[in-house]
């Protein structure tokens, strides 16, 4: 593999209740391994059905805005089509339309080029599942 395309999957326990799990230090920590202080694309994926990843300011309870948000514009209750697992579940499977399971980012010089307040979060709403992956690939 070519020094221009780097990958590495890291490993998230979100626990059991729903939860915003700020990325950003991960992410950092990858492009010190793989960007050396290059430009270039960072992209972050989630491959779960019921995940997704957001660009949200984290810490001032925007966080918890989200999960709130979310809450209201789906109700884990039984009006889900998609009905295995606990009550709710269905609108777990429905979120990664709303908060895609993907971003991708601008590297300048090997950093993430985000905006003052922004942080790179997984948005997990699935308290069944405890155990995510999150994939980090470099092209530069």
């Excluded at 492009?31 to 202080?37: E, H, N, W, Y």
């Excluded at 709303?98 to 980012?105: G, Q, R």
């Excluded at 999150?134 to 092209?139: A, G, I, K």
Aim: proline fraction near 6%; aromatic fraction near 4%.
């Amino acid at each position: 593999m070519s020094d221009a395309f780097t990958t590495d999957v890291i490993e998230i326990a979100t626990g059991s209740s729903e939860v915003i799990h700020d990325l950003t230090r991960d992410c950092a920590a990858f492009l010190r391994r793989a960007a050396g202080g290059r430009d270039g694309l960072l992209n972050v994926f989630t491959p779960h059905a019921t995940t997704g990843i957001a660009l949200i300011e984290t810490g001032s309870g925007s966080d918890d805005d989200l999960l709130a948000a979310l809450r209201d514009l789906l109700p884990p209750d039984n009006r889900w089509h998609h009905r295995h697992g606990p009550t709710g579940h269905g609108r777990d499977h429905v979120l990664p339309a709303l908060v895609p399971p993907h971003a991708t980012l601008p590297v300048l010089s090997g950093q993430l080029a985000l905006g003052t307040w922004q942080s790179v979060c997984l948005v997990d709403t699935n308290v069944s599942n405890t155990d995510r992956q999150v994939r980090l690939s470099f092209l530069g």
